[in-house]
């Protein structure tokens, strides 16, 4: 017979023994469970990691759409389908993807931020790491991060799908922007007969000057012209590129000093093609309903600019006198 004294004494040899057996064994047992709990199960290895984010870094996806849902025991908020919009590799919003509604951008990850959690999840090591990626494009698809197998509730669980780019046409650096450096880089490859299709922006299967008008007329939406491309063709385009001194000289030109016609120069040429655009303060592009007669804004245009060469000699004629005025021999 076997029993235990108040004081948790036991007074029988062989069923102390029985006892102690079974206690040693259900020590062993509960230490080997616990060691096979902490011991890092991966299913994920770092050159895998690696791997994949190679592939997704290939992408350079700076600007882009995918849809991700948290899993969690949490408020239904934070378990709502997002569809994420990434700008220049920043979230610029969440929405509903069921409602459209406006959603909290915190709970949300950007791809390059799910590859930092999975990072973490290896560096810490959390207890287990289960992903699956998109075959094309290395983007995580589903991530389950147990950090502790003892710990209920903590695991971060991420599905993402859809995933697409966001391209601008004509943003050639990508910067999800359309401005001069972009013109620039269009100019040069026009110039240097770069084969790169992305500039062929006319989609006309030839890269060259039309290229630059397309661009200009209808991917910027503004004027030849428009030196400062601030979507205006008006009398500050015209002084700006008056000022550089470049006009009818041999110098090379760019957009902003004038070549607005794309030869390379700055010259009578540059003042046709943006007449024969006809924007001249004409606001707009978009605002434009009807385009006045060529003949008006060639008048004004060219009365504008004579007005600002005729304003220009005479400050120079003036700065001549000055001095001899000064010392009373003019
Ligand atoms: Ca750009
Ligand atoms: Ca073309
Ligand atoms: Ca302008
Ligand atoms: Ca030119």
């Not at 949300?108 to 799910?114: A, G, H, K, V, W």
Request: aromatic content about 10%; hydrophobic content about 40%.
């Amino acid at each position: 017979m076997t029993y235990w004294s108040s004081r948790n004494i036991c007074t029988d040899t062989c069923g102390c023994w029985r006892n102690a057996r079974f206690y040693v064994a259900l020590w062993l047992t509960v230490t080997i469970a616990n060691l096979v709990c902490t011991i890092p199960t991966y299913a994920l290895t770092q050159d895998e990691l690696d791997a994949q984010r190679a592939l997704w870094d290939a992408q350079s996806a700076t600007d882009y759409d995918y849809v991700l849902q948290r899993e969690c025991f949490c408020l239904d908020e934070a378990r709502r389908p997002g569809l994420v919009q990434v700008r220049q590799a920043e979230i610029a919003s969440v929405v509903d993807v069921e409602t459209g509604q406006p959603l909290d951008a915190k709970i949300y990850r950007t791809i390059d931020q799910l590859f930092d959690e999975l990072q973490r999840a290896i560096d810490l090591p959390a207890d287990d790491i289960q992903t699956e990626f998109d075959a094309a494009i290395g983007y995580p698809t589903s991530l389950r991060i147990d950090f502790d197998f003892g710990i209920a509730d903590e695991e971060l669980v991420y599905h993402a799908r859809e995933f697409r780019t966001i391209t601008v046409a004509g943003d050639y650096n990508h910067d999800g922007m359309l401005d001069i450096d972009d013109l620039e880089l269009l100019t040069n490859a026009i110039n240097t007969g770069s084969p790169d299709r992305q500039f062929d922006a006319d989609q006309s299967g030839a890269i060259d000057r039309l290229d630059r008008l397309y661009w200009v007329r209808e991917l910027k939406r503004t004027w030849i012209g428009d030196a400062d491309l601030n979507g205006q063709f008006d009398t500050h385009d015209i002084v700006t590129v008056v000022r550089t001194g470049k006009y009818e000289s041999i110098e090379a030109a760019t957009w902003t000093q004038g070549d607005w016609n794309g030869d390379g120069t700055f010259g009578s040429g540059d003042f046709v093609a943006a007449f024969d655009d006809g924007g001249f303060e004409l606001g707009t592009r978009g605002s434009v309903v009807a385009v006045p007669e060529p003949s008006a804004i060639v008048l004004s245009l060219t009365g504008c600019l004579l007005g600002l060469c005729s304003r220009y000699w005479t400050r120079q004629q003036v700065r001549r006198k000055a001095p001899a005025a000064v010392l009373g021999t003019g």
